[in-house]
């Protein structure tokens, strides 16, 4: 899909306007972005919504994109400063004062960051992320596209229509498809 068009071409035709090519680049590199963000924060949400931010930071710099570098070395750096600037922001964000339980006793934070950091935890997460992976990949392409650019990218239906030329309705039912798809393969998981 996306090798047909050279980054080059491609990044010239979003400079004059096409959208469509920017989501061509987005499919092209979103899971190396995604992983390559996992690297700093192992929250798969926030790795996913930082990645969401590093592709909207390159779209809106990308008129001023003169090409001196390729464009996924460009978009690397983007991905890493937004990774670095998220866990600074987030260090800046943990309350100074201890947070107090029901009781009104200081509740121990790393006694439950042990807790919730537990192996079986933390199995049971990972297990997770690849169920969800693995059932995502294994959809039909429509279906899969229409899913990464709601969950991952975070289009709205109208954006994903769009982008995917089709109806609204199309894209509605193709990601009700989906998730169906992806939670039916969770379930036994979630059973425990």
């Known amino acids: 899909m996306g090798d047909s068009h050279t980054d080059k071409e491609l990044v010239r035709q979003v400079q004059q306007g096409d959208k469509h ?13 995604i992983k390559l963000v996992s690297r700093y ?7 996913m919504d930082i990645a969401q931010e590093a592709f909207l930071k390159a ?36 309350p100074e004062a201890h947070p107090e339980n029901a009781d009104g006793e200081p509740i121990d934070i790393e006694e439950l960051q042990k807790d919730i950091e537990s192996p079986e935890n933390l199995l049971l997460a990972d297990e997770l992320k690849q169920t969800i992976l693995n059932a995502m990949n294994k959809l039909p392409e429509d279906l899969r596209v229409a899913i990464m ?16 030329d089709c109806p609204i309705g199309t894209v509605r039912s193709r990601i009700f498809r989906a998730r169906e798809a992806v939670d039916t393969r969770l379930k036994p998981l979630l059973e425990h």
Not at 41 to 47: G, I, L, M, N, T
Not at 149 to 164: K, N, P
Request: glycine content about 2%; charged content about 25%.
């Open 21 to 33: 090519s920017f989501d061509l680049l987005v499919l092209k590199y979103q899971n190396r972005i």
């Open 149 to 164: 650019l709601r969950e991952v990218e975070g289009l709205t239906y109208e954006e994903i229509a769009e982008a995917m």
């Open 59 to 94: 779209y809106r710099a990308l008129p001023n994109f003169r090409g001196d570098s390729a464009f996924y070395t460009w978009l690397y750096r983007i991905a890493i400063n937004t990774a670095k600037n998220h866990i600074k922001s987030m260090s800046r964000r943990l």
């Open 41 to 47: 924060v192992h929250e798969q949400s926030d790795a």
